[in-house]
């Protein structure tokens, strides 16, 4: 109690009350006991008063709580005076600028964040548009720029890094307008290219790892070829039919929930850790690749020359940065934090998830044509093949800079 006088302060829970008062906000529901505080002082002030309230039902994550109290004159619950402070296990603590009935209303729905579904939507939109482009340059240009193993073996990665993401950006949107049959099978089909991608990035980072570290020893292309495909599509296969299986033969509510995606329950509870785990350690053993490249960057003989200097080390050390972490999926390490984060905590798990929707939509508009812009000569095969080549990279270029400069 604050901002008062001496006196005698008396509260009464009611516990079924809040089921009998009105309530017209037809998104919340009450959630705790009604409390009524009253004052008995001769000379009153203004008064605030902090109060904690036990949950009838632990929050849902990303379900906002407001602090209410019952208003005579308009017959119906009301936040003016009262705010949420804080929320720790099944209680809500809770301040408010006068003395009268207090309860807690829950929402029905998680927060809605404006726009996240149309920057979802345009972002997948440039990512399907830029992945077909790069697939039909690779195809174009192909044999022309595949003229060793080590090329072989990166323009390899690429085009099935391309071709998984553009299956699953497709599955993605599809899943909006599926059916309940169709859905199982799109978040089946999700799981696995989303998963296939990674698995493949993997390969790439093996391989640039296996370049830097063993740099005289060569690896046969069907050795490569052996391995990447193993890698790369049967170990994601693996992985979801284990889920499949575990998770109740893939039944709504076990395996995948009403959006079409794997389900989470909380920490290492769902479905979705089918796909979380093996993508972290990935993402692990990219980073690890990535320092190894910037470690040798930084090394005399490694770099433009013996005698480089600062700027110039620095320049590559930013390249391999820039292009290897969309490649790698590093970007990815904001969809575990919007796993953690809830929505209801204020403004900073926002700036996550619009963060993560904006690299993981557009990074594709750069990832998947790193391979021209590293190297002229793809560049300049594709405009002898491929009239108006040039006014499409200068689309792309255009679409990168201005996505990562808004």
């Known amino acids: 109690m604050k901002d008062t006088t001496e006196g005698t302060l008396k509260t009464i829970g009611f516990k079924h009350l809040s089921r009998l008062l009105q309530n017209e906000e037809s998104e919340r529901r009450p959630s705790s006991i009604v409390v009524s505080a009253t004052l008995e002082s001769q000379n009153r002030k203004s008064s605030s008063i902090s109060l904690t309230f036990t949950l009838n039902e632990k929050k849902p994550r990303n379900h906002n709580v407001y602090c209410v109290y019952w208003d005579l004159l308009e017959q119906n619950w009301s936040q003016t005076g009262c705010s949420w402070k804080s929320y720790q296990g099944d209680q809500v603590v809770c301040e408010?600028?006068?003395?009268?009935?207090?309860?807690?209303?829950?929402?029905?729905?998680?927060?809605?964040?404006?726009?996240?579904?149309?920057?979802?939507?345009?972002?997948?939109?440039?990512?399907?548009?830029?992945?077909?482009?790069?697939?039909?340059?690779?195809?174009?240009v192909w044999n022309?720029?595949?003229?060793?193993?080590?090329?072989?073996?990166?323009?390899?990665a690429l085009v099935n890094i391309s071709l998984c993401l553009l299956l699953a950006d497709c599955c993605f949107l599809a899943s909006d307008f599926a059916s309940q049959k169709l859905c199982l099978i799109l978040?089946?089909?999700?799981?696995?290219?989303?998963?296939?991608?990674?698995?493949?990035?993997?390969?790439?980072?093996?391989?640039?790892?296996h370049k830097l570290i063993f740099v005289f020893h060569q690896v046969r292309k069907k050795v490569y070829l052996a391995f990447s495909i193993s890698l790369g599509y049967v170990c994601p296969a693996i992985v979801v039919l284990f889920s499949y299986i575990y998770y109740d033969s893939g039944k709504q509510g076990s395996y995948y929930n009403e959006d079409c995606w794997l389900n989470y329950k909380g920490v290492l509870k769902g479905s979705i850790h089918t796909f979380v785990l093996p993508v972290g350690v990935i993402i692990f053993i990219n980073l690890f690749s990535l320092v190894v490249v910037i470690s040798k960057?930084?090394?005399?003989?490694?770099?433009?020359?013996?005698?480089?200097?600062?700027?110039?080390?620095?320049?590559?050390?930013?390249?391999?940065?820039?292009?290897?972490?969309?490649?790698?999926?590093?970007?990815?390490?904001?969809?575990?934090?919007?796993?953690?984060?809830?929505?209801s905590d204020g403004v900073p798990p926002k700036i996550i998830h619009y963060l993560f929707t904006l690299l993981n939509s557009f990074q594709v508009c750069y990832t998947n044509q790193t391979f021209l812009l590293l190297n002229r000569h793809p560049s300049d095969i594709a405009h002898k093949q491929m009239p108006g080549f040039d006014q499409q990279i200068t689309l792309s270029t255009y679409t990168q800079n201005f996505t990562h400069n808004k």
């Not at 600028?97 to 829950?106: K, W």
């Open 187 to 209: 978040v089946l089909l999700k799981h696995f290219f989303y998963l296939s991608m990674f698995f493949w990035t993997l390969c790439l980072s093996i391989m640039l790892l």
């Open 96 to 140: 408010c600028n006068h003395l009268t009935s207090f309860s807690t209303l829950m929402s029905k729905y998680p927060v809605h964040l404006p726009f996240m579904n149309e920057l979802t939507y345009i972002g997948l939109g440039v990512s399907i548009f830029s992945l077909a482009i790069c697939l039909m340059i690779e195809l174009i």
């Open 144 to 156: 022309s720029v595949v003229k060793s193993n080590i090329a072989h073996f990166r323009h390899m």
């Open 297 to 343: 960057l930084l090394q005399p003989s490694v770099s433009e020359g013996d005698k480089g200097d600062e700027k110039d080390m620095a320049k590559s050390i930013l390249k391999a940065v820039v292009f290897f972490t969309p490649i790698f999926g590093i970007t990815w390490i904001l969809g575990f934090l919007t796993m953690i984060v809830d929505l």
